[in-house]
């Protein structure tokens, strides 16, 4: 009996094998899975760099020896950011010998992951460092001035990150910072203190062991400066300020992971290109909040979708400084995190 049935024939068609038709494959190749090894014997190891579609990546990491290993990223990770501070998985030749190339297969689960966006219209995030847990703002007393503006917009991200930001104030020879930090009194940001003839790298260094710390400022601040003076082998480009537009020049032009070595310990530096804005057009403001754990205990007695700006009514947090029940510590805090959330309430909306 045939596969077909006449339009008077009211059995059902009948099916077998001999139905089936396969379009030959031209190539002659088995046809291609989405089925993936699980590559159980990759090795584990973390971005120091990227430079232009290859990733310098460290292995056996505090067990000596140490190897560096060249890596590219497997096509399945084509359409993932691979960046500098990604824990990483790799296989293939991981010998580090020179020529010799790995691939990358498996991005570890990031902890943290500080982003920024070209400007604050655009939606799209530009990720900057992953797994850091510190940022240490670089800013000069001087030569550029110091931009109180772009430093909220630092901090903003570090809190929407989940990072501790650290402030370092340089050139204090040049002009008295007193001022300036007087804007962050309510923060509790650690501060450092710098000048050309005088760093604080022994309090500076211990601030950093133990911790992955990205370095971010604006050009010309003397980033560069302190990272070779923490890290004498680093070899940073150092730029100058233009004495017409008092604009720093761009030095570093990608972010790198150095090893911090001190006799108490060890840690990361991990530097980065000067900006001169930091877009955060991907910022979640209830991240801002967050980072004022004393605040934000009061701020759940607020109405919903209070701003906990100034002319908010029946802010909770407002009610209280005014009550007078936080003090000046209280009141310094509030106008801390008003102008945090003022700076990203600027921000047009996308």
Not at 56 to 62: I, Q, S
Not at 72 to 91: C, F, N, Q
Not at 131 to 160: G, S
Not at 285 to 307: H, M, Q, S, V, Y
């Amino acid at each position: 009996m045939t596969w077909w049935a006449s339009a008077d024939d009211d059995d059902e068609p009948e099916f077998d094998e001999s139905s089936v038709r396969l379009r030959p494959n031209r190539k002659g190749n088995k046809p291609r899975t989405k089925t993936r090894p699980d590559h159980e014997n990759a090795l584990t190891g973390r971005i120091l760099s990227v430079d232009r579609g290859r990733y310098t990546v460290m292995l056996d990491e505090g067990l000596p020896p140490e190897r560096r290993v060249t890596a590219a990223r497997a096509s399945e990770l084509r359409k993932h950011a691979v960046v500098t501070g990604d824990r990483v998985d790799i296989v293939g030749d991981t010998t580090g010998a020179e020529g010799s190339l790995a691939r990358i297969v498996r991005i570890v689960p990031r902890v943290t992951l500080l982003r920024r966006s070209a400007d604050d219209t655009d939606a799209v995030e530009r990720v900057i460092v992953a797994n850091a847990d510190q940022m240490l703002i670089v800013v000069a007393a001087a030569n550029p001035e110091p931009r109180i503006r772009l430093v909220d917009r630092y901090l903003v991200a570090a809190y929407d990150a989940g990072v501790s930001p650290i402030l370092c104030i340089t050139k204090t020879d040049l002009a008295d910072p007193a001022v300036f930090l007087s804007n962050f009194a309510g923060l509790d940001l650690p501060v450092f203190e710098s000048r050309d003839d005088a760093m604080p790298l022994a309090e500076i260094s211990a601030a950093l062991v133990g911790h992955d710390t990205v370095f971010v400022g604006h050009s010309g601040v003397g980033k560069s400066t302190l990272v070779n003076a923490l890290v004498p082998d680093a070899h940073r480009a150092v730029g100058v300020v233009n004495t017409v537009t008092g604009r720093g020049r761009h030095t570093s032009s990608s972010t790198i992971s150095l090893r911090l070595e001190t006799e108490a310990g060890r840690g990361w530096v991990i530097d980065t290109p000067g900006v001169r804005s930091f877009g955060l057009g991907h910022i979640n403001t209830d991240n801002i909040l967050r980072a004022f754990t004393d605040l934000a205990a009061i701020a759940e007695k607020c109405p919903r979708g209070c701003t906990h700006l100034p002319n908010s009514p029946d802010c909770a947090i407002n009610e209280a400084v005014a009550a007078g029940k936080l003090g000046d510590t209280g009141k310094a805090r509030l106008d801390s995190l008003q102008r945090l959330l003022a700076t990203f309430a600027a921000v047009p909306a996308h």
